[in-house]
């Protein structure tokens, strides 16, 4: 298996003018020998590239190689596969970064008013009953955090749900298609957006053509929703639409629309992708910065609540002197 940095490195020497081999040659150390053997072997045994190279990348850019190498020649399929996979990976993981600690403060606060509310409650309100201390608070309080924590466990269990059933391409498309329904301009529309643009760009960059850009894309089966937007814009232009028209399906963002169709005004297609994606990556990070401060205030609202609750017990004991 060939690690990320080692790949990078056959990358920048392929595209400055050495062969496979040589490059292999130069960068060949104790970690990566054995591969580059085995690369080596089957190069011998005369096998095409497109046949076995896959097997030996790192799992984030194979998926996207074995698709490429049958359409393009092999230092551009395996450039656009590392720049691709690469991009994918470092949006998701800024995403992930602003959105994990608000969705696990979240769940803790849920988990924690769920224990409190069936361990801590019931104990206490049979101990004040024998001393005729008013329980109404309690009862009320603890009925509240009760309902309050299965409102939230059931958010949870659904959205664990959800995210489950589209994993299957069918039911993603399916899903992303009745959002845009409701809300057209919604978060997974502005990242899928995204996604698509940097995907597209990377293959303009290469002097690949629109057209077999879209072929490219609608094949990538593990990215169900590029492919699906890729195939939609294909079946457009297969038709003679112009690529502005094309562009206008409502599978993508509007903000994406009025930069392309100032690029078709001359202003260069590539340069105006680059505006877009710089403008909706600041946009994409300001809605995940909402999102993550409107979590994080129903979390200290929840927080608070719990407060409450201990409040309420530590004046327990004089509510016991007050009715002995």
């Not at 990358?11 to 080596?40: P, W």
């Not at 639409?241 to 297609?269: H, K, N, Y």
């Not at 710089?278 to 994409?284: H, P």
Request: aromatic residues 8%; charged residues 20%.
């Amino acid at each position: 298996m060939i690690d990320t940095l080692d790949l990078e490195g056959l990358i920048r020497l392929m595209e400055s003018g050495f062969s496979l081999t040589d490059s292999m040659d130069l960068i060949e150390q104790k970690h990566n020998r054995e591969a580059f053997a085995a690369i080596r072997n089957e190069l011998e045994q005369g096998r095409a590239l497109d046949s076995f190279f896959p097997a030996y990348l790192p799992k984030k850019c194979r998926v996207y190689a074995e698709g490429f190498l049958h359409w393009l020649p092999f230092q551009t399929a395996l450039s656009l596969a590392f720049e691709m996979s690469s991009s994918e990976q470092k949006l998701r993981h800024e995403v992930v970064r602003q959105l994990a600690y608000p969705i696990l403060l979240l769940a803790g606060t849920i988990t924690g008013i769920l224990l409190f509310s069936r361990y801590c409650f019931p104990p206490i309100i049979t101990m004040m009953s024998g001393f005729h201390v008013p329980l109404d608070s309690f009862v009320i309080l603890q009925k509240t955090a009760a309902l309050t924590g299965f409102i939230g466990l059931g958010i949870m269990l659904g959205c664990l749900i959800i995210t489950g059933l589209i994993q299957n391409p069918a039911r993603r498309i399916r899903a992303y298609e009745t959002l845009l329904k409701y809300i057209p301009d919604s978060l997974w529309t502005e990242y899928e957006s995204i996604v698509f643009v940097r995907f597209f760009s990377q293959c303009l960059a290469r002097k690949i053509s629109t057209r077999q850009a879209m072929e490219l894309l609608q094949n990538m089966a593990h990215r169900p929703i590029t492919a699906h937007i890729a195939a939609v814009l294909n079946t457009s232009l297969n038709r003679g639409d112009p690529f502005v028209q094309a562009a206008s399906t409502p599978l993508l963002e509007s903000a994406l629309l009025r930069f392309i169709r100032i690029a078709a005004s001359g202003a260069g297609m590539e340069a105006m992708l680059s505006g877009y994606l710089e403008t909706a990556g600041d946009r994409l990070n300001r809605r995940c910065r909402r999102l993550t401060r409107a979590m994080q205030l129903v979390a200290y609202v929840l927080i608070g609540l719990i407060v409450i609750m201990m409040y309420q017990i530590l004046l327990l004991p004089l509510s016991i002197m007050t009715n002995l």
